[in-house]
């Protein structure tokens, strides 16, 4: 529940958005399919609905609160520890679920506290301390496994096993147009790491960065925008940014979101740099960049 200017409560309703009409339950009428990478199956989770006094982000005015099932659990909570991953989306009635490689719709029983609101643009899906982990067209990737619920809810199918998320939701890949209008401002200066350097060679035009917000932000990186690469004969510089908060947090590190880039030369024999760690940029005088950005150089005589 969020407060009104007036000090009075204003929840967000419950109900279809503009372009969106609650035609009923899903049950029976989408066949749900299983996630999982691993095979672990869970005995089924009860469905606890919202959450009265979870914490509410910031809410477009035309936002409307999504019926999102959630179960007695929070996230990190269960046991399993199968990799699910599929884009986030929302269906004509309403109800959030995973697309999985085949465009099948994959629903699921979410982490206690989680919520989801819908407006004109988007979906927002909110972790337990109502911040915003992703959006409609994401590519998200998360834990858990699959099995039945144990109550009825309606937005999960009666006649399939649903997912069981039980880990916080973490994106692998934004939607392409997720990155804000330059008008609204910039982005928060990110830093990054390859995920996988021995992997690189002077062939290599794809790779995956673990990208890390720079200030401080209570552990959470945050939505990870489009990077920013310049090409010179003698380097490939990457550039981060992250979606921008105003609020900041706390300063435990923040956790590392992978982040796949697609180069639009091969390396060759350049070296990959953290633009941030450039002279004058946010980072240059931190520890994340000791080392001048260099995040990659090809071995000699490659």
């Avoid at 697309?99 to 099948?104: F, R, S, W």
Wanted: aromatic share 4%; with cysteine; charged share 25%.
């Amino acid at each position: 529940m969020t407060e009104a200017p007036d000090g009075s409560p204003d929840e967000l309703p419950v109900g279809p958005a503009a372009k969106r009409r609650r035609r009923g339950s899903v049950a029976g009428a989408a066949v749900a399919t299983a996630l999982v990478v691993g095979g672990a199956a869970v005995g089924g989770s009860a469905v606890v609905g919202d959450s009265d006094d979870t914490p509410v982000a910031r809410q477009p005015d035309d936002a409307i609160a999504v019926d999102l099932p959630t179960s007695d659990r929070k996230a990190g909570d269960g046991g399993f520890r199968a990799l699910l991953h599929g884009t986030l989306a929302i269906d004509e009635n309403d109800c959030v679920y995973l697309a999985n490689d085949d465009a099948e719709r994959v629903y699921a029983i979410w982490p206690s506290g989680y919520t989801a609101t819908a407006d004109s643009a988007d979906l927002h899906l909110f972790d337990a301390e109502g911040a915003e982990v992703a959006r409609d067209g994401d590519m998200v990737q998360v834990r858990g496994g699959y099995g039945p619920a144990r109550s009825a809810h309606p937005c999960l199918p009666t006649s399939a096993e649903i997912a069981h998320i039980q880990s916080e939701v973490e994106v692998t890949a934004p939607k392409p147009e997720s990155r804000p209008d330059p008008a609204a401002g910039p982005g928060d200066p990110a830093v990054w790491h390859v995920a996988d350097a021995a992997g690189l060679t002077a062939s290599t035009t794809t790779l995956t960065a673990d990208v890390q917000r720079l200030g401080c932000n209570s552990g959470v990186t945050g939505r990870v925008l489009s990077p920013v690469v310049e090409y010179s004969p003698t380097q490939v510089v990457v550039t981060f940014e992250v979606e921008a908060d105003p609020d900041g947090g706390d300063c435990p590190g923040n956790r590392a979101v992978p982040y796949d880039v697609e180069l639009a030369e091969p390396l060759g024999d350049r070296a990959l740099v953290d633009g941030q760690c450039r002279p004058g940029e946010a980072a240059a005088t931190t520890s994340h960049c000791s080392s001048g950005g260099l995040r990659w150089e090809a071995a000699s005589g490659e």
